[in-house]
């Protein structure tokens, strides 16, 4: 008996699903880093500022220890985390928009296609496409176009910080070209992958739309 063949839509439907997904998993991991941080901050605790002795030293204060190494250890999940979902809900943006403009060129894509190094995304390069004139029929088509608008922002924003960061020297002075992108890159995350749950939203409606005009064609 043959093996029943997958949709092409259904593919490229649970390809965009599982980058979302990704992203979420990814950002529930950044928030909950953030708040282990938050919860290591020495300022906000009432200090037990007893202290025990130790061979060879003076004394230890075992608070004011544990709290220390925890904060290395939490400031470096943190990081990591944030440079996932960062890197994931780029990832999901350019991928949801690529499969909606496959889509409504009128091709057929069974996946999305991305590009993969040292086990994360590899940040593409161009901008978001500009779907707002395919979109006339879909109600969100203003607010993906808003979202675009934000992502393409925040990642002029991040090649800033990175060709700054490139140069240590420059990076560790105030420069305020370097602060004011460094503030607009901080929102390229949730503004990546709220563009993508919009994106999605919009293949849902083109795949449905286009389904139900051929089957009212079939039906004459």
């Not at 649970?14 to 990704?22: D, F």
């Not at 202290?51 to 709290?67: K, M, N």
């Not at 749950?197 to 064609?217: K, N, Q």
Request: glycine share 8%; charged share 25%; aromatic share 8%.
């Amino acid at each position: 008996m043959s093996k029943p063949t997958t949709a092409w839509f259904d593919t490229l439907t649970a390809s965009v699903q599982a980058l979302g997904a990704a992203t979420r998993e990814y950002r529930m991991a950044e928030r909950a880093a953030h708040n282990a941080l938050w919860n290591t901050d020495a300022t906000r605790l009432l200090p037990a500022n007893g202290a025990v002795g130790v061979p060879g030293r003076d004394s230890v204060r075992p608070q004011h220890d544990a709290l220390r190494q925890l904060r290395e250890l939490h400031t470096e999940m943190h990081e990591r985390t944030k440079a996932l979902y960062e890197n994931a809900a780029v990832a999901y943006a350019h991928g949801a928009a690529a499969a909606l403009h496959s889509v409504l060129v009128g091709k057929r894509p069974h996946h999305v296609e991305l590009a993969r190094d040292g086990g994360r995304y590899v940040r593409p390069t161009g901008r978001l496409p500009n779907l707002r004139s395919f979109l006339g029929e879909w109600a969100g088509g203003p607010w993906l176009a808003t979202l675009r608008e934000q992502v393409i922002e925040r990642e002029h924003a991040r090649a800033i910080v990175a060709d700054f960061e490139f140069f240590e020297d420059l990076a560790d002075c105030m420069v305020p070209e370097w602060s004011h992108a460094s503030e607009r890159a901080a929102g390229l995350a949730d503004s990546a992958h709220a563009y993508g749950e919009a994106a999605e939203g919009a293949l849902y409606f083109v795949l449905l739309t286009s389904r139900t005009a051929r089957d009212a064609e079939d039906g004459r």
